[in-house]
């Protein structure tokens, strides 16, 4: 697609509950990025996928967050038994190589409740 | 121990003013710096930077690198309300690894 795409756009859960978030990067980029951004933070890195290489996992907070990507297209972020500090705006970058600059999504913005 | 400060945090301005915002890094096999805007959630890509003193510059924004004082600088000259946003400085932290953002500089343009 022309850009990358996130969705949902906003997600209001309950405590407890698991939620899926999803990132569809620019066609033909290699490279996708999962950060998230607490209110008035800057950007902390999650995950991190490149082509068919093992993901680099070093930015998980805990085991409830995990995520997957095929390929080189679609990657999901889930986190499970959601918790109130797990609220935040989850953005989704990709880019055609790991030393290229980084195009966002527009983030998902969950509220743990 | 953050690796990446940008200060100052927040910073109020006239139009028509210009601004200086600081980026100061501490990595390991340096090889670029991004500087991003931010205005509601995603991102945008303003500049990247690998060559010590080679200005970069789009319309009113201009930006340098100092590989010996590991700093970088992004003035915006004449800013208008339009550059209200939060900007962000980032750099990978080890050669190729994933970027390390800062806190970002909070600019807010008043008429």
């Known amino acids: 697609g022309a850009g990358v795409s996130q969705s949902p756009s906003n997600k209001v859960t309950e405590k407890g509950k698991d939620v899926e978030l999803r990132c569809d990067p620019i066609?033909?980029?290699?490279?996708l990025y999962w950060y998230r951004q607490r209110l008035g933070q800057g950007l902390e890195f999650l995950i991190y996928?490149?082509?068919?290489?093992?993901?680099?996992k070093s930015g998980l907070p805990s085991d409830r967050f995990s995520a997957e990507r095929t390929g080189e297209s679609v990657s999901t972020l889930t986190i499970q038994r959601t918790q109130q500090e797990d609220s935040a705006v989850y953005l989704c970058?990709?880019?055609?190589?790991?030393?290229?600059?980084?195009?966002f999504g527009s983030g998902t913005r969950l509220t743990v409740v | 121990e953050d690796k990446v400060v940008q200060s100052p945090l927040s910073l109020v301005v006239h139009e028509g003013d210009t601004v200086t915002l600081n980026c100061s890094y501490e990595?390991?096999?340096?090889?670029?710096l991004l500087w991003y805007k931010q205005e509601k959630k995603a991102p945008t890509f303003l500049f990247m930077l690998?060559?010590?003193?080679i200005e970069k510059k789009s319309g009113r924004l201009s930006s340098i690198l100092d590989k010996k004082e590991l700093f970088s600088i992004l003035n915006i000259t004449a800013t208008q309300t339009g550059d209200s946003a939060v900007y962000l400085c980032?750099?990978?932290?080890?050669?190729?690894?994933?970027?390390?953002f800062g806190k970002g500089t909070r600019l807010s343009v008043i008429a």
């Open positions: 970058a990709s880019s055609l190589h790991r030393l290229d600059g980084y195009t």
């Open positions: 066609s033909g980029h290699t490279a």
């Open positions: 996928f490149q082509g068919n290489s093992a993901p680099d």
């Open positions: 990595v390991t096999n340096f090889r670029s």
């Open positions: 690998t060559s010590s003193g």
């Open positions: 980032a750099v990978p932290y080890s050669g190729n690894t994933p970027l390390v």
